[in-house]
């Protein structure tokens, strides 16, 4: 989601002179008006969606997974809904156009952020209506809930004002932050023209250069953006520093992600050992046993002992290299009339990435979760094939070079708990939530296969690493062909 959404906002925020829409829409009120009825049928559909799931789980009470699957359904439509929408405002009623007319009249600049503002208001009112089916999928206030009560620890769902926020948070740090470098590039531009033509020329190395600072500081960005502290002291931190250096892994810090019990989810970010941090979701340290938060940890661990950062990184940016020579720039600049339109003139390649980032990345990215979950495995087992628990105090190997049924079960428990409490269906989560980590029911299966047959690991490895090698063959092949 971040990237289609990062990709689709760059485009609206590219365009130096919108053209004139449609000729049925006249004046630029009319463009504004139809473009705001466009975001209050999307918010509409946010509603639908939200209430057909409160109905479905409380007056006919249908299986929890196809209320889950029609929900991620509904999801997925609305996501369309909202990038479609907002699409046929730009180019079809003029929204950019509009602006420019009421706006920049007076030689004002054009605005970006009003540009942006129909997606964003549609994307946060959205969510403020989506928070109703979330809680109600969390089970807030049914039978399930009074053992929680009874317990003495009531998991109280957070607030429509939390939920917002934190959704919020997480785009600006992923999508908004790189956008405001856009902008940024953008009006330098504006105010040095004397630099515009040089870097007209040098636009793609600008955006590598922006890219990489982005990637780089990223580690920042997520803490300051996302409020993140270090993982309190006590027993667990102890247990996963030292789970780290067993494994043989640095970072700079554990930190607890405090999502106010909204997801139970982990994360890895920062190339370098220095500026590297593991973070851990409050949802997850509650609601996992020890044992299986350090084989989630393990799993983040698995990212960056396989090097699937710097994978992607060289992978993405070497992607882009030969997509955008790829595309015949000069015939499209011809069908396209982008001459007149130099700022158009990078779309097409947008498009294509769009693309190729969902069907070629995403196939790569669910083979490197897989290899992570295996290392998953790794970090809680011990060095005895036959295992069969760790009640007994197995000593669990240096480096993580042992698999064994228990570590294997563990992570398996692990993966489960996650689907359950982020409200996933096991089997058919839709596309949005599996097509980069698959589904929880195949990697399960995939994990249980192992415990069956302990050769079936080193046969995928051996595929992963050829699909890769092969990835990076055809795209040194694809810069050599293009440099020429
Ligand atoms: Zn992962
Ligand atoms: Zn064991």
Redesign the pocket.
């Known amino acids: 989601m971040p990237f289609l959404l990062m990709l689709f906002l760059t485009l609206a925020c590219l365009p130096e002179n919108w053209p004139e829409p449609w000729r049925l829409v006249g004046s630029p009120v009319t463009s504004v008006l139809l473009t705001w009825l466009g975001v209050l049928l999307e918010v509409g559909l946010a509603f639908a969606v939200s209430r057909r799931v409160q109905l479905q789980l409380h007056d006919t009470p249908a299986p929890r997974d196809q209320v889950l699957r029609n929900y991620s359904r509904g999801r997925l439509y609305h996501l369309i809904g909202l990038f479609a929408s907002y699409a046929l405002a730009l180019y079809f009623f003029g929204y950019g156009w509009a602006v420019q007319e009421l706006w920049t009249r007076h030689g004002r600049p054009l605005p970006e952020l009003l540009l942006l503002a129909p997606f964003c208001v549609a994307l946060l009112l959205s969510w403020t209506c989506f928070y109703d089916a979330e809680r109600a999928l969390s089970g807030e206030g049914r039978e399930a809930h009074d053992e929680e009560l009874a317990a003495g620890h009531p998991r109280k769902f957070w607030s429509r004002a939390a939920y917002v926020g934190f959704h919020f948070r997480q785009n600006l740090a992923l999508v908004f932050l790189p956008i405001l470098l856009l902008l940024t590039e953008k009006e330098l531009r504006r105010r040095f023209p004397a630099l515009n033509q040089q870097w007209q020329v040098q636009a793609s190395f600008v955006g590598v250069g922006i890219a990489l600072v982005v990637f780089m500081t990223m580690p920042w960005i997520l803490r300051i953006v996302l409020g993140l502290q270090p993982l309190p002291e006590g027993p667990l931190r102890d247990r996963l520093l030292t789970a780290a250096r067993r494994l043989r892994f640095r970072c700079s810090d554990i930190l607890l992600w405090n999502t106010r019990g909204g997801i139970a989810n982990a994360m890895v970010v920062g190339v370098f050992p220095f500026l590297r941090y593991v973070l851990l979701s409050d949802r997850l340290l509650e609601d996992l046993t020890p044992d299986e938060v350090e084989a989630v940890f393990g ?2 661990v ?2 960056v002992k396989h090097h699937h950062m710097l994978y992607y990184l060289v992978f993405l940016l070497a992607s882009i290299f030969v997509l955008g020579s790829l595309v015949p720039q000069n015939e499209l600049d011809e069908a396209l009339n982008l001459r007149e339109r130099r700022d158009l003139a990078v779309l097409p390649v947008v498009g294509a990435l769009g693309a190729y980032i969902f069907l070629v990345f995403g196939f790569l990215s669910r083979r ?2 897989r290899q ?1 979950d295996i290392y998953g495995c790794r970090a809680v087992s011990c060095q005895y094939a036959g295992c069969d628990g760790h009640l007994d105090g197995h000593p669990l190997p240096d480096g993580g070079g042992c698999l064994c049924p228990t570590g294997i079960q563990t992570f398996i428990q692990a993966l489960e708990k996650v689907a359950l409490l982020n409200g996933m269906s096991r089997d058919k989560p839709g596309f949005l939530q599996s097509w980069q ?1 698959s589904t929880i029911a195949r990697r399960v299966s995939f994990l249980q296969s192992l415990l069956t047959d302990p050769r079936a690991e080193r046969r995928f490895q051996r595929r992963v690493f050829l699909v890769k090698c092969a990835f990076l063959g055809v795209l040194a092949v694809g810069l050599v062909v293009c440099s020429l």
Do not use: K, L, R, V
């Open positions: 799993h983040e698995g990212h490197c979760e992570a980590h």
